[in-house]
């Protein structure tokens, strides 16, 4: 698996481009608009997303996730994910930037190419997050097992998180199993 997070990123950005791309040359009639107070709260939710996406950067290790922190130490023989951190935004959902992106992704006016590509992107996310949790299970063993249990994945849910505690057992408890890897 040398390379394979950088890879993907770089892959997953080259695909983005071109829906994107696809969407702003093709135009539509909208479908609906967001009008009046509706405007105001969904624009308030984009800029919300966008804050909690971008205070949420402290909590990744960006070497790491890009796949620069294995590249200066040689090409791996398999990806080295780092250590399991939960974020105060991974307490409350399992895909924090994903549902960061579907928030601004349906919050904006649609047309049908906008709504094609919002569901396309949507179906990308959610299973691009599943397959990524079952190499999570590999890595972090029975503690990423527990977790799903407890925190939804893509969208929070009302009852359905976890204390910064319960956290912190579940970081140090992958420490053990990612162990049994290396």
């Known amino acids: 698996m040398p390379v394979y997070r950088l890879s993907y990123n770089a892959i997953a950005l080259v695909l983005l481009l071109v829906p994107v791309t696809l969407v702003y040359q093709i ?3 909208y479908w609906w608009r967001w009008t009046g107070v509706l405007w105001w709260i969904v624009d ?4 919300l997303a966008l804050f909690a996406f971008l205070w949420s950067l402290r909590f990744y290790d960006g070497a790491t996730f890009l796949d620069w922190r294995q590249l200066k ?5 398999e990806e080295d994910p780092g250590p ?3 974020s105060p935004f991974h307490r409350i ?3 924090p930037w994903y549902f960061f992106g579907l928030v601004i992704l349906w919050t904006r006016n649609m047309n049908a190419p906008l709504l094609v590509s919002a569901v396309i992107i949507t179906l990308y996310l959610w299973v691009g997050s599943r397959l ?12 990423y097992r527990e977790y799903p249990k407890r925190v939804p994945g893509l969208m929070p849910l009302p009852g359905r998180a976890i204390s910064a505690r319960e956290a912190n057992r579940l970081m140090r408890s992958s420490l053990k199993s990612k162990e049994s890897h290396t």
């Open 84 to 86: 399991l951190r939960l």
């Open 44 to 47: 308030g939710a984009v800029l």
């Open 132 to 143: 990524e949790e079952r190499k999570l299970v590999y890595y972090y063993g029975e503690a």
């Open 93 to 95: 959902d399992r895909q």
């Open 27 to 29: 135009n539509g009639e």
């Open 73 to 77: 130490r040689g090409l791996p023989r």
